[in-house]
């Protein structure tokens, strides 16, 4: 992560974990001692889990302590404690209204450059949100034209195993249903046709005509 300007880290901490007690007495008009003290309890547990890295922890008890006793100090603790958990626009917007309310504070340069690299890290972190989404897409597209793909195949594949199965189909009833020059019958038929035809042929050939004489009174042709 990158080193905050001006001050070393520790610095910075002890400025979080050091601002919300001494805040808490700033006020304009000082709120009754029960909601200061309740406010005060807060801000003290607040810095002890901040000391202890449980950030998240620690905004909730500083976020009570502000909601009693609205101190510009508890804004800048909030602040740290989004920073720290990346929440980069959330710690601008805390830091911003700690300057806001305390417009002459004398951290104001240190609170400036944490703006600025809050914005820096908020900046690339959008970068990398939409590298990410990006390839996300990027992905989607390609598992879509995948699926796509093995959809064709299966289409494919379906429409040979049809035509194989259909051509398989047809062999079977070409074989069940010879032609009819194949069959018995037809051959019978055509053996009986040949058999009359050639006993029709040898009649044909050893017939010859008979001669029937004349006979009554028609005589022969010649009239005698």
């Not at 800048?76 to 002459?104: K, S």
């Not at 064709?152 to 035509?163: C, G, N, V």
């Amino acid at each position: 992560m990158e080193r905050v300007p001006l001050l070393p880290r520790f610095a910075i901490v002890l400025a979080v974990v050091t601002a919300a007690s001494a805040a808490l007495g700033e006020t304009a008009s000082p709120p009754a001692d029960d909601a200061r003290a309740q406010a005060r309890a807060h801000a003290e547990r607040g810095r002890t889990l901040f000391d202890l890295g449980r950030f998240e922890e620690a905004l909730a008890e500083y976020n009570a302590a502000y909601e009693l006793v609205p101190a510009p100090g508890v804004l800048f603790n909030m602040g740290q404690c989004q920073r720290l958990l990346g929440n980069h626009e959330r710690a601008i917007f805390f830091f911003q209204g700690y300057l806001r309310a305390a417009p002459d504070a004398s951290d104001r340069p240190l609170v400036e450059d944490l703006i600025a690299f809050s914005e820096r890290e908020l900046e690339r972190q959008r970068a990398e949100q939409q590298s990410a989404e990006r390839a996300r897409a990027e992905e989607e597209r390609r598992a879509e034209a995948l699926l796509e793909e093995q959809r064709r195949d299966e289409e494919l594949r379906a429409a040979e195993a049809r035509e194989a199965a259909a051509a398989e189909a047809g062999t079977e009833s070409g074989e069940r249903r010879s032609p009819f020059y194949r069959t018995w019958w037809f051959w019978t038929v055509v053996g009986c046709v040949v058999a009359g035809a050639t006993a029709a042929g040898v009649v044909v050939a050893t017939w010859e005509p008979e001669t029937v004489l004349p006979s009554g009174s028609l005589g022969t042709i010649d009239g005698r």
